[in-house]
């Protein structure tokens, strides 16, 4: 069953809620919601941390857990999902969401090279926040919605595999 498996990877709850950064939350961590795994709790959890995964923004994972608290879904799946993006697959994540924005905006795609100086920021990221931006946000929901689907149809045909996998038993006032 997922829930054994999703248990079994996940910090413990009490953990969570002593943790020194998630201490500020307060009262607000001990809502049941914030720790249930079920099929409901755990696809907003993913849908959440998907999409901000795929916003350009620096502290996706404190951004995913404020919202999962605000939402009311699962917030170690919320915290987890938005490592999507990782120092390996971000910047083809964000190549691929200028140039759908791009299209979609019909902006002609520009060759600009990367620098990490403030100076870039300053001018060549005014070109760009256009078509990223859009093109982070269709691809976000995008993967939030491909996200709920997976959890959703996979957990229930999971739930159904276990299911009947069990010995029936007859009901001997029926008569059947």
Known sequence: MPRKFLKRIMPD??????????????QR???????????????GGLALG????????????????????????????ASMAVWVT?????????????KLGAWI?????GHYAFSPSWE????????VWEPLLLGCTIMGLLAALAGVLFVRIGWRLVVIRSWSKRPHKHNSRSGV
């Open 13 to 26: 709850h009490e953990t969570m809620r002593e943790h020194p950064h998630l201490r500020k939350f307060g």
């Open 105 to 109: 905006l019909e902006v002609p795609m």
């Open 86 to 98: 990782n120092p390996f697959t971000f910047a083809p994540i964000f190549f691929y969401a200028y």
């Open 29 to 43: 961590l001990t809502e049941p919601r914030l720790w249930h795994l079920n099929r409901r709790s755990v696809a």
């Open 120 to 127: 870039w920021f300053r001018y060549e990221f005014l070109k």
């Open 50 to 77: 998907l999409f901000v995964g795929f916003m350009p923004v620096l502290g996706q994972m404190f951004i995913a857990a404020a919202l999962a608290i605000w939402f009311r879904v699962n917030l170690p799946v």
